[in-house]
């Protein structure tokens, strides 16, 4: 490869101060500046890292969110719910939030770079249409939230008419109204959703040098900003403090009467269940909108190159947006029992829980088994080696005792064994010297020759010994 410059004089450039390179020119050429590389810092790890948490949550929130929200709206229907004036609400909260987690991925880079085009931008009426579904799904799902809010606001302070505002009719017409008022809205707002000369389908295309196109868009984005979360917000928030407050009045009302703590009410739980929901939806929105805003009077792009302090900022708000059409199924599961029971026969747990419990039971009991098996083995092993020393000191007394009458026999016997003269005259066995001879002692049975007991005697005490235990 050739060099950029010819060197004809030879003469080296010296490198100034502003990171000028050095070069060998002819003297008809120019120095060249090159920028430096600015080194790393601490903003590229952080979204370098939101990077990897994007590829990580996006495919995450979509499978999990997806499926709670369709098991949310089963549940809704079912009968355990029919006494519950926002259930209705609730479940088109789960429409809205299935329709945008399905709508979401698209929105990020690394999927566009993965597809290696984007798929809004397939036609100018792709593209329009994308937007307005992705849109309406933001907007309807922060207004169901506000219906929720004033359900149970109604709910608390005025329980007699909350059946009469918040019937079955009641509700669905509120829940059209939304989805007609914003889905105009939306409509007429798709008029700057185009596809820009990259390629991209851009929301935010418009003649930025044009003063009336500028103002046309303020306007849209004020008011897109005021239905998605900034009317909402300021519903909720408040709103919400009045409902927590009459609940606390109400516990403490009712244990002065009853001086009793109790379980809580149907009424408490069922707020508490809701209230969460609202909390939520104001932590995890509130972001997101202030990012549209700051964008636009600063005259940025959300959605393009920017600074990297934006940037983080902008990922983070969009993970805490995905999140806010995520944890609505799992704050249900925390706050209500009657929805654990939903899930639970929805998903057979019941089943599959007592087959777990049958098969621990089963181990428990043969584990049981095994113990006191070896319990009982590990005893009667120690009851004989405790019998050995007993056996061994009756063996040992029953010896000495049969000793002890041995040596009474034998004392019996005399040591000579001889009769006197006229005793021996008289049997007339008597020996020329006087004394009986030894056959004829030994044939009366009286005494051995030595004096001690007989051979016979001696073998019946060895036969007793033997049995002895």
């Not at 479940?91 to 991925?105: F, G, H, K, N, Y």
């Not at 105009?184 to 990259?198: E, L």
């Not at 005399?414 to 008597?430: I, K, L, M, R």
Request: aromatic residues 10%.
């Amino acid at each position: 490869m050739e060099p950029l410059f010819q060197n004809t004089s030879g003469t080296p450039l010296k490198t100034s101060a502003d990171n000028t390179s050095s070069v060998y020119c002819n003297i008809t050429c120019q120095t060249s500046e090159l920028p430096a590389i600015s080194a790393r810092t601490v903003y590229d790890d952080a979204l370098e890292g939101l990077e990897y948490v994007n590829i990580i949550l996006l495919p995450t929130c979509l499978v999990v969110g997806v499926f709670g929200n369709l098991i949310t709206i089963f549940i809704m229907n079912s009968k355990a719910f029919t006494k519950m004036g926002s259930r209705y609400f609730l479940a088109a909260l789960a429409v809205s939030d299935v329709t945008l987690l399905l709508a979401q991925p698209f929105n990020k880079m690394f999927v566009l770079e993965l597809f290696g085009r984007d798929l809004r931008a397939l036609s100018e009426d792709g593209c329009k249409l994308f937007f307005w579904f992705f849109r309406t799904g933001k907007m309807t799902s922060s207004w169901f939230v506000v219906y929720v809010c004033l359900e149970r606001f109604t709910a608390v302070l005025f329980p007699f008419r909350v059946k009469i505002f918040f019937s079955k009719r009641n509700c669905l017409i509120g829940i059209a109204a939304v989805y007609f008022v914003i889905g105009g809205f939306n409509a007429g707002w798709t008029y700057c959703s185009k596809i820009d000369s990259k390629g991209v389908c851009n929301p935010d295309s418009f003649d930025k040098k044009d003063p009336q196109a500028v103002t046309l868009y303020r306007s849209m984005l004020t008011a897109g900003s005021s239905l998605y979360s900034l009317i909402p917000i300021i519903i909720i928030v408040t709103v919400t403090p009045i409902i927590l407050v009459s609940l606390v009045r109400r516990s403490k009302a009712r244990k002065k009467l009853t001086n009793t703590t109790g379980n809580s009410s149907d009424l408490t739980r069922a707020t508490t269940m809701l209230v969460s929901v609202m909390v939520t939806y104001v932590i995890f929105v509130t972001p997101i909108t202030a990012l549209h805003n700051i964008a636009f009077y600063i005259g940025v792009d959300a959605f393009g190159q920017n600074t990297k302090k934006f940037l983080i900022f902008r990922d983070v708000s969009q993970i805490l947006e995905q999140l806010n059409y995520t944890v609505n199924f799992f704050l249900y599961v925390c706050s209500s029992r009657p929805f654990r029971a939903g899930v639970s026969q929805i998903l057979r747990l019941d089943k599959i829980l007592g087959g777990l419990q049958r098969l621990t039971s089963r181990s428990r009991s043969t584990d049981s088994k095994t113990k006191s098996s070896q319990i009982s083995k590990s005893s009667d092993k120690g009851t004989q080696e405790k019998q050995k020393p007993i056996d061994e000191e009756k063996r040992a007394s029953s010896l000495k005792v049969l000793q002890d009458s041995g040596d009474n026999a034998t004392s019996a016997c005399t040591p000579v064994c001889s009769t006197t003269q006229e005793q021996d005259n008289e049997t007339g066995t008597n020996s020329p010297d006087g004394s009986a001879t030894p056959s004829e002692d030994n044939e009366n049975g009286m005494c051995s020759p030595e004096g001690c007991a007989t051979p016979d005697k001696i073998s019946n005490n060895t036969v007793i010994y033997n049995n002895v235990p």
